[in-house]
Structure formats: structure tokens, C-alpha cells
């Protein structure tokens, strides 16, 4: 696999080629190669609704295909998009209400006695105990992957803010699944 320099290589020669030609063939390698991280992100934004996060994923790529100009190289391209996608969320949620949370069949669904489960549970229940900021936060940084510099310009939120919404967040979370590393070290020594 390709290191991060060379994926940011590959995508500002895509852009050229759509800038230069409009060469769609370019812009459906670039939908292909950021679908999926995309996609990935507004799961985790909308708590797993896969329809929502599809419908804005696609509304995201139309958004770039129209925008591309605007694209100055100041960032990756694929921070570029999660900004794109974060923003479309934002707008999606101050429209109608969306699904919130897991409905009662999945609950029961998941209700098996399988630990990883629970400890996914009770990872999704304490993040939903942190602010929207620690929240989103984490969501990028942690669970994207992203740097704090990425995380800050995709959130449009200085660097400072990033950092201290990351560590109070990761704090509160290693307070509350405390129990789990309990748990972790006692199955270890049995």
C-alpha cells in the first residue's frame, strides 16, 4: 500500500486531469479511492444509519464535483472531502429529524452474550456522554485516523481546541470504561 505522500500524490494528478479536461474518468478514481473512508465517517457521524450516510456520501461527491475548483492543495484531498462530508452533516442534521441511536430489534440483536459486543456498547454509550465537540473530535482524530491539524481543518476549529476536545474526551472515556480494563487484566491472569 501506498504511504500518505504518495496517495496525496495520486490524488492532485486526478484533480489536474478533471481540472485540465474534465476527465470524469478521473473524478469516479478519486469517488473510488474516498468512498469508502466517506462512507465510513458519516456511519459514525449518523450512529450506524447506512442509508443516511450513503445519501450524504453521494451529496458529498456531487458537492466536490462541483467545488473541485475551490480545492487549493492547502490540505489533502481526502481532508478536503471529510471537511465536505462533515459540513453536509451539519446541514442534514439541522434539517428533519434522522434515526437516532439503535432501535429496539437491533438492541435485542446485539443482546448477545459476546464481549467485544458489549465493549462496543459501552464505547458508543460513553462517547454519546461527551460533548458534541469531544465527540466529533474523537470521531476524526481517533477513529479516522486524522492528525490534529487535519482534524482542525476539517472541523474548522483551531488546533488548540482539537487537542484539548481530544484529551478531556479520551480522558473521560479511559474514566469510564475503566471497568473493561478491569476486566481485561483479571482474564489474563486466569
Do not use: N
Amino acid at each position: 500500500m501506498a504511504d500518505s505522500a504518495e496517495e496525496a500524490r495520486i490524488d492532485q494528478a486526478l484533480v489536474t486531469r478533471i481540472r485540465l479536461g474534465g476527465d470524469h474518468g478521473a473524478f469516479e478514481q478519486l469517488v473510488r479511492r474516498h468512498q469508502g473512508m466517506i462512507r465510513a465517517q458519516l456511519r459514525r457521524l449518523l450512529h450506524g444509519d447506512e442509508a443516511a450516510a450513503d445519501d450524504l456520501a453521494q451529496e458529498t461527491f456531487m458537492l466536490a464535483w462541483r467545488k473541485l475548483d475551490q480545492f487549493r492543495g492547502e490540505a489533502r484531498f481526502s481532508s478536503w472531502l471529510y471537511r465536505i462530508a462533515y459540513t453536509c452533516f451539519l446541514q442534514a442534521r439541522r434539517g428533519p429529524a434522522r434515526h437516532e441511536g439503535i432501535d429496539d430489534e437491533t438492541m435485542e440483536q446485539l443482546q448477545a452474550p459476546s464481549r467485544a459486543i458489549d465493549l462496543q456498547l459501552d464505547l458508543e454509550r460513553a462517547m454519546q456522554r461527551l460533548s458534541a465537540a469531544e465527540q466529533v473530535v474523537l470521531l476524526h482524530c481517533s477513529q479516522l485516523g486524522l492528525s490534529h491539524d487535519e482534524a482542525a481543518y476539517v472541523l474548522g476549529m483551531p488546533l488548540g481546541t482539537v487537542k484539548t476536545h481530544a484529551t478531556r474526551g479520551k480522558a473521560k472515556l479511559k474514566t469510564w470504561l475503566a471497568a473493561w480494563r478491569d476486566v481485561a487484566s483479571t482474564e489474563k491472569f486466569s
